[in-house]
């Protein structure tokens, strides 16, 4: 489709149908790859569903490469289910050449990694401000032949938020790279491995090339889904029925014969 990530729905039993069904298996892919999970692209999915074709059910399950994950209905939009992968510290030096690869001498404050996503997380200097952020020239194109081992697929830059003042207040902005599966840049910055330092409160990201569209974190310990998962991260959309969003345009419908 040449859109990332777009996903792919498809029936699970011949007998399913997408208006009454409430389970079916959920696959996302770049132009290049298919990925293991994708947040924007299961939120879109559900949309559809939900707006769209009209499902009656108040809660989806997708059958997918990362479990099954669920959506459900909410007064002001979507609740996603999602597993919450954490961040470690990593030691500058083991990723020098690859950062200063992507970013020259721009300064960086810290740096965490996820072993479960294979994403590193590079936290700008809180010197910066978001113009900085949203102007910096990020070179991606050496970054695939630097890092072949496996060990990173996705590059994560963000920058703490300013405080508030005329413009609403977000606690972080971000920009991700995946030149590793065909994404230079996402369209849709995305935050992905964040960690026990989330886990307590609540997070406005800002979204940098979507309008009218933020995250929350909420910390929500149900333990079924602890036992299934260890954790549980929640992200609502602010995504409504008439927000005019061509959600449409992401995702495609398949039989359970056709291979996406």
């Not at 002001?76 to 030096?93: C, E, K, S």
């Not at 721009?106 to 900085?132: A, E, G, M």
Request: net charge positive; glycine share 6%.
């Amino acid at each position: 489709m040449n859109l990332s990530e777009t996903a792919f729905i498809r029936k699970l039993q011949p007998s399913d149908n997408f208006t009454q069904s409430s389970c079916f298996g959920l696959r996302w892919f770049t132009p290049v790859n298919e990925v293991p999970l994708c947040g924007h692209a299961t939120l879109a999915s559900a949309a559809v569903l939900f707006h769209k074709i009209k499902n009656t059910n108040s809660t989806l399950t997708f059958a997918t490469m990362s479990g099954e994950l669920r959506a459900r209905r909410a007064e002001d939009g979507i609740v996603l289910d999602f597993p919450l992968y954490p961040a470690f510290p990593q030691d500058f030096r083991e990723v020098e050449d690859l950062i200063k690869a992507a970013i020259g001498d721009t300064l960086v404050q810290d740096i965490r990694y996820s072993p479960d996503t294979r994403k590193l997380l590079v936290r700008l200097s809180d010197s910066y401000n978001r113009s900085f952020l949203e102007t910096l020239k990020v070179n991606t194109e050496p970054l695939p032949q630097i890092e072949k081992t496996g060990k990173v697929k996705g590059l994560i830059l963000t920058l703490r938020g300013e405080p508030e003042g005329q413009t609403p207040q977000y606690d972080f902005y971000s920009r991700y790279f995946a030149p590793w599966v065909g994404l230079p840049e996402d369209p849709v910055t995305e935050c992905k491995p964040l960690g026990r330092r989330v886990s307590d409160t609540t997070l406005r990201n800002y979204l940098e090339y979507v309008k009218w569209a933020s995250l929350s974190l909420f910390p929500d310990w149900d333990p079924g889904w602890r036992k299934r998962r260890g954790a549980k991260q929640q992200l609502r959309s602010l995504l409504s029925p008439d927000c005019g969003c061509d959600v449409g345009s992401c995702f495609k419908l398949l039989q359970p014969t056709a291979k996406p």
